[in-house]
Structure formats: structure tokens, C-alpha cells
Nanobody, 124 residues
Framework: QVQLVESGGGLVQAGGSLRLSCAAS????????MGWHRQAPGKEREFVAA?????????YYADSVKGRFTISRDNAKNTVYLQMHSLKPEDTAVYYC????????????????WGHGTQVTVSS
């Protein structure tokens, strides 16, 4: 079992930055594909970013966040991060961290473990 806990959300003005953290316990994250997904009110959860398992470190981003968000992982801390810059009101959502045994990263059906989410609110 892997337990994931997100932190770092909050209220920020448009154009601002936030860094989300996802701390894991129970198992090392080295062998998992790690992803961030988000769900805005009234919308389905959507893919935001992912990073492949250790040894590859390939990163993937939704078109809507490419160039503004950066996903990274610190295996020593068993933590994954999502650095968000140039935030927009449309980035407002609950952000979820997830871990997948699969190498696939886009669909949330690929993920085996989820955190409870952290709220990000961007004011205009």
C-alpha cells in the first residue's frame, strides 16, 4: 500500500506561483509512475502532469499547463512536486497526486493510489 498526502495548495492571484508536494509513505515511489490530476467544480478530473519511474524521468504535460508547470520527484524524500507558475483562474481545482504501477500516465484509470487532494484557487 502507498499512502499519498498532498500539500501546498492555497489562494493565489492570477500570475502567481505555487508548489504542490506529494509525500508518500508505505513504499518507495521509485518504481511508480507519478501523476498530478485536477478536478474543477462541475468538471471531470483531468490529467495535468506525470513523471515516469526512476531511471527514466520522462515528463508529460497537458497542453493547458505546458510551459507553466513542472513536475519533479525527489526519491530521497519520497516526494513528488508540481511547480506552478503564471497561474490562471482556470487552473482553479482540487489537485490530486497519484501513483501508478503502469507506465501509462494519461488516464486516471491507470493509477493505483490517490491522495485526498489539495485545493488551488486562483483569483482574477
Amino acid at each position: 500500500q502507498v499512502q499519498l498526502v498532498e500539500s501546498g495548495g492555497g489562494l493565489v492571484q492570477a500570475g502567481g506561483s505555487l508548489r504542490l508536494s506529494c509525500a508518500a509513505s508505505g513504499r518507495t515511489l521509485r518504481s511508480y509512475t507519478m501523476g498530478w490530476h485536477r478536478q474543477a467544480p462541475g468538471k471531470e478530473r483531468e490529467f495535468v502532469a506525470a513523471i515516469s519511474r526512476s531511471g527514466y524521468y520522462n515528463t508529460y504535460y497537458a497542453d493547458s499547463v505546458k510551459g507553466r508547470f513542472t513536475i519533479s520527484r525527489d526519491n530521497a524524500k519520497n516526494t513528488v512536486y508540481l511547480q506552478m507558475h503564471s497561474l490562471k483562474p482556470e487552473d482553479t481545482a482540487v489537485y490530486y497526486c497519484a501513483a501508478a504501477v503502469s507506465r501509462e500516465y494519461y488516464s486516471d484509470l491507470e493509477y493505483d493510489y490517490w491522495g485526498h487532494g489539495t485545493q488551488v484557487t486562483v483569483s482574477s
